[in-house]
Structures are given as C-alpha cells and as structure tokens.
C-alpha cells in the first residue's frame, strides 16, 4: 500500500559527505514521524534520526554531523552527511509512520529497502 524508496548511498572517503533521501508514495492519507535508522554488520538497527513536525531527534554519534530534513509536500525526507567517519559504515533505511487513507485513517509503519554507505578510503 505504501512504498519507501530510498537514494543517495555509495562509497565515500573519511571526512566526506553524503546525501540520503526518501520518498514515500501510495495510500497515504497524511505521515506523521519519519526517520533514518541504520544497520552494520553484526550489529543491531539503530535509529539515527528522526523528525516529526518540527521537532528532530539524533542519535549522539551523529550529533552536529547529520542533519535531517523533511518536504511535507512531497513525502520526502533527506539525511545530509557530513564528516563521515569509517564507523557509519552501515546500510541506511527509511521509515514512516504513515496514516493511510482507509475508512477509520489506521495507521501503520513502512520501512525502505535500504542503501549502503561505506566510508573508507
């Protein structure tokens, strides 16, 4: 019913930035929170970023290096990457919380398929 599709992974060198985003498309009556989470191997999901309204939240390591922005107007949200370090190596996902347009306007979560972000030189 709803798709995330994101864009913007790759290779980049210590130090280096990156662009992420995602756009959110389908039966979707409204998004409320909507937010980067991110996995390296053998490791856990971690949240990296969310925004919901106006308000933001980072994960400490990404503090003042990662910003998260939205465009409520087309379903999109954009992480910009800043001096990236080796330790953020990871795959990045997407995720909504999406109110759908369904009689009763239920809400449910949608998750992206995932882009990779390697910082090596």
């Known amino acids: 019913q709803v798709q995330l599709v994101e864009s913007g992974g790759g290779l980049v060198q210590p130090g280096g930035s990156l662009r992420l985003s995602c756009a959110a498309s389908?039966?979707?009556?409204?998004?409320?929170?909507m937010g980067w989470y991110r996995q390296a191997p053998g490791k856990q999901r971690e949240l990296v970023a969310t925004?919901?309204?106006?308000?933001?939240n980072y994960a400490d390591s990404v503090k003042g290096r990662f910003t998260i922005s939205r465009d409520n107007a087309k379903n999109t949200v954009s992480l910009q990457m800043n001096s990236l370090k080796p330790e953020d190596t990871a795959v990045y996902s997407c995720?909504?919380?999406?109110?759908?347009?369904?009689?009763?306007?239920?809400?449910?979560?949608?998750w992206g398929q995932g882009t990779q972000v390697t910082v090596s030189s």
């Open positions: 389908g039966n979707i009556f409204s998004i409320n929170a």
């Open positions: 925004i919901s309204g106006g308000s933001t």
């Open positions: 995720n909504a919380d999406v109110v759908l347009k369904n009689w009763g306007r239920p809400r449910s979560t949608y």
